[in-house]
T-cell receptor, first 113, second 115 residues
Framework: KAGVTQTPRYLIKTRGQQVTLSCSPI?????VSWYQQTPGQGLQFLFE???????NKGNFPGRFSGRQFSNSRSEMNVSTLELGDSALYLC????????????FGPGTRLTVL | AQSVTQLGSHVSVSEGALVLLRCNYS??????LFWYVQYPNQGLQLLLK??????LVKGINGFEAEFKKSETSFHLTKPSAHMSDAAEYFC?????????????FGKGTLLTVNP
C-alpha cells in the first residue's frame, strides 16, 4: 500500500506570495493532519480534517488554511508569505479521527525569500 | 492541555551501548504516547505507541518504552545502539479524541552513534 505522498517536495517563494501544498493520504485513510516543523519551534500542529470538515485547529494565523476533498486528499494554503513561514510542512493521515496512529509523508520544504 | 519535555536535545552513545532517551509529559486527560523517528530529509516514522494496557511497549528496530503514570514519563530505550539508529527522535502525546486528538510533540533529541 502506498504511503502518504506530498507535493511538491521543495518550494521557493518570495514574501507576499501565496502557496498551496498537497497531500494524498494512504488509501482508505479519512483523517489528514498538517504540521509545521521549524528549528526554533519544533513540530507544531496546524489543523486536522476528517470527512471534508476541519475538526481541530492549532494556534496559527488565518493566513494558514486548508481543505479536504471527497477523496480525502488535502491541501493547505498559506497566503501573504512571511520569512518565518519557511519550514518543513508535514502531512499525516490516519484511518479515522481516533487515538492517533498517524502516518507521515516526507514533507514539503518551503523556503520564503 | 498537553505538553512534552524531552530531556537532552543531543545524546551521543557508542555503538553497542545502551540508548536511553527521556520523555516526560503533561496531560489533563489519559494520554496516548508515541515515539517517532526522523531521518534526514524524511518524514516521521512511528517507532512505538502506548494507548492502554501493558505499560511496557515494544516497537520496531529493537526499541521499547515504558509508560510510568506516577512519574509522567515515557522513556525510550534500546539495549544496543547501531549506527543506523542515528537520527532525531520525537516523543508525542495526544488524547483520545475531539480537540485532544492532535499530536503534541517534544522538541526532539538528536541521537549520535559513535563507532
Amino acid at each position: 500500500k502506498a504511503g502518504v505522498t506530498q507535493t511538491p517536495r521543495y518550494l521557493i517563494k518570495t514574501r507576499g506570495q501565496q502557496v498551496t501544498l498537497s497531500c494524498s493520504p494512504i488509501s482508505g485513510h479519512r483523517s489528514v493532519s498538517w504540521y509545521q516543523q521549524t528549528p526554533g519551534q519544533g513540530l507544531q500542529f496546524l489543523f486536522e480534517y476528517f470527512s471534508e470538515t476541519q475538526r481541530n485547529k492549532g494556534n496559527f494565523p488565518g493566513r494558514f488554511s486548508g481543505r479536504q476533498f471527497s477523496n480525502s486528499r488535502s491541501e493547505m494554503n498559506v497566503s501573504t508569505l512571511e520569512l518565518g513561514d519557511s519550514a518543513l510542512y508535514l502531512c499525516a493521515s490516519s484511518l479515522a479521527q481516533g487515538f492517533g496512529e498517524q502516518f507521515f509523508g516526507p514533507g514539503t520544504r518551503l523556503t520564503v525569500l | 492541555a498537553q505538553s512534552v519535555t524531552q530531556l537532552g536535545s543531543h545524546v551521543s552513545v557508542s555503538e553497542g551501548a545502551l540508548v536511553l532517551l527521556r520523555c516526560n509529559y503533561s496531560s489533563s486527560v489519559p494520554p496516548y504516547l508515541f515515539w517517532y523517528v526522523q531521518y534526514p530529509n524524511q518524514g516521521l516514522q512511528l517507532l512505538l505507541k502506548y494507548t492502554t494496557g501493558a505499560t511496557l511497549v515494544k516497537g520496531i528496530n529493537g526499541f521499547e518504552a515504558e509508560f510510568k503514570k506516577s512519574e509522567t514519563s515515557f522513556h525510550l530505550t534500546k539495549p544496543s545502539a547501531h549506527m543506523s539508529d542515528a537520527a532525531e527522535y520525537f516523543c508525542a502525546v495526544s488524547g483520545s479524541g475531539g480537540s485532544n486528538y492532535k499530536l503534541t510533540f517534544g522538541k526532539g533529541t538528536l541521537l549520535t552513534v559513535n563507532p
